[in-house]
């Protein structure tokens, strides 16, 4: 079995940039889930995907955005990259359907580190 | 939007000593889980504990729930040096719109073990 693996462990853009980080879940699992951490912070949820489809969104502007494949792979991009864009992003996948109470536990990436200089 | 918050933020104790983190929710929860992150890294799920369970045990870990007082606890027993890192509890929040529910996370309490 294999984990959740994200790329690149480390990113530095500049402001105005855009970004894409990718993940890749672990075998099976149908969804995913982005989150940004900020430091000292908890993660904040950004989106969720089920078998390709967006289904559900945290508090965060249209221009964080995300794909993801058949192949158990997701993609999370972010457009006009901003200073506070600054995070640890974390992308976790669950065998879970989606828009369910969460009755499974999260697996998760050890996540990008973006910096937005 | 925090759903859950822990207390203390930080915690400092010596190996072999018992360590004990609360988190307090504000909504009804189906069920609230616990999660450990070190420095730099992702989370790891530690235990979750439905809404008509009370108590919950893994190994050194003892997780409490109330739903009436809706508060969880965490407690590490004999702890050691490798114990040393952030714990979350995290909470399923139902989006009232869409009926969607998502896992959202407290702010952490940080604890260190020294040797």
């Known amino acids: 079995e294999t984990g959740v693996t994200q790329s690149p462990t480390h990113l530095i853009k500049t402001r105005g940039q855009q970004v894409t980080l990718r993940c890749s879940s672990q075998s099976g699992h149908n969804t995913v889930s982005w989150y940004q951490q900020a430091l000292g912070q908890g993660p904040q949820f950004i989106f969720q995907y089920y078998r390709e489809e967006e289904n559900g969104r945290g508090n965060f502007p249209p221009r964080f955005s995300g794909l993801q494949f058949p192949n158990y792979s997701s993609e999370l991009n972010v457009n006009a990259l901003e200073l506070d864009d600054s995070a640890l992003y974390l992308c976790?996948?669950?065998?879970?359907?989606?828009?369910?109470?969460?009755?499974?536990?999260?697996?998760f990436g050890n996540g990008t580190r973006l910096t937005v200089t | 939007s925090q759903q859950g918050e822990e207390d203390p933020q930080a915690l400092s104790i010596q190996e072999g000593e018992n360590a004990t983190m609360n988190c307090s929710y504000k909504?009804?929860?189906?069920?609230l889980q616990w999660y450990r992150q070190n420095s730099g890294r992702g989370l790891v799920h530690l235990i979750l504990?439905?809404?008509?369970?009370r108590e919950k045990h893994s190994g050194r870990l003892r997780v409490t729930l109330d739903t009436s007082k809706k508060s969880s606890s965490l407690l590490i027993t004999a702890s050691r040096a490798a114990d040393t890192a952030s714990y979350f509890c995290?909470?399923?929040?139902?989006?009232?719109?869409?009926?969607?529910?998502?896992?959202?996370f407290g702010t952490g309490t940080r604890l260190l073990v020294s040797p």
């Open positions: 909504t009804s929860i189906n069920n």
């Open positions: 995290a909470t399923d929040l139902l989006e009232g719109n869409t009926g969607f529910q998502k896992l959202v």
């Open positions: 504990i439905r809404s008509n369970e």
């Open positions: 976790a996948s669950s065998p879970g359907a989606a828009g369910s109470s969460y009755n499974s536990p999260l697996h």
